[in-house]
């Protein structure tokens, strides 16, 4: 009886001896991982790069400047809340003019942004040549669209040509698009050039 009482005491202190060296090697080891600041933070496991974890922030911004390098395109943006027709028509005179029913930046449906063009041989405004060269883009060059933190990425998809008879654009309502449109004049049914792009990623300005 004493013999095998004395087994059980023993595998008890055995047990015992285990946990206590198990507690504190996790101790340990916890503290050597925080010193080194390589702990894991709530909402931070498996982090996404920054231009996905852009996209999933749902972020929806205005957009205040276009650049798109293959033809020379750099212009700010301004954001009218009115669509009356001579307020839009004074917008163009500082750049692109995004037209306001249209999305904004990180929202479902399409950005369309206006900017007149001019091919005379002199202008007095540099801004009548806001979207020259628009119709030189191809499918797959790349557009950036900004916001005061993030440049949104567009591909081409289509360039065309719209006629003097065409009243209307259509604008995607899924998913997220880019339409460019050269303007005469909003109060006038002109010819222009039509270009469309995919959305493909948000990258911070920050990086």
Do not use: W
């Not at 950005?111 to 883009?137: A, D, E, M």
């Not at 916001?147 to 008879?165: F, H, K, L, P, W």
């Amino acid at each position: 009886m004493t013999q095998t009482h004395g087994k059980k005491q023993s595998a008890a202190a055995k047990t015992g001896a285990f946990l206590l060296t198990f507690v504190m090697l996790f101790a340990i080891t916890y503290g050597f991982l925080a010193v080194v600041d390589v702990l894991p933070e709530d909402g931070q496991k498996d982090a996404a790069p920054s231009h996905i974890a852009a996209q999933d922030a749902g972020a929806i911004e205005a957009p205040v400047r276009v650049k798109a390098l293959d033809v020379g395109l750099d212009a700010n943006v301004t954001n009218p809340n009115t669509t009356d027709l001579d307020a839009l028509d004074a917008a163009l005179e500082n750049g692109a003019v995004r037209y306001p029913t249209s999305a904004m930046l990180g929202q479902e449906g399409t950005v369309l942004l206006f900017g007149h063009s001019s091919y005379l041989p002199v202008v007095y405004h540099q801004y009548y040549k806001t979207f020259n060269k628009v119709q030189n883009l191809t499918k797959g060059q790349v557009i950036s669209v900004y916001s005061g933190t993030m440049e949104y990425r567009y591909a081409v998809t289509n360039v065309r040509v719209a006629d003097a008879t065409e009243d209307v654009v259509e604008l995607a309502s899924n998913g997220k698009h880019l339409v460019l449109v050269t303007c005469d004049s909003f109060k006038s049914k002109s010819s222009r050039f039509v270009v469309t792009a995919d959305f493909v990623g948000t990258y911070s300005l920050a990086n």
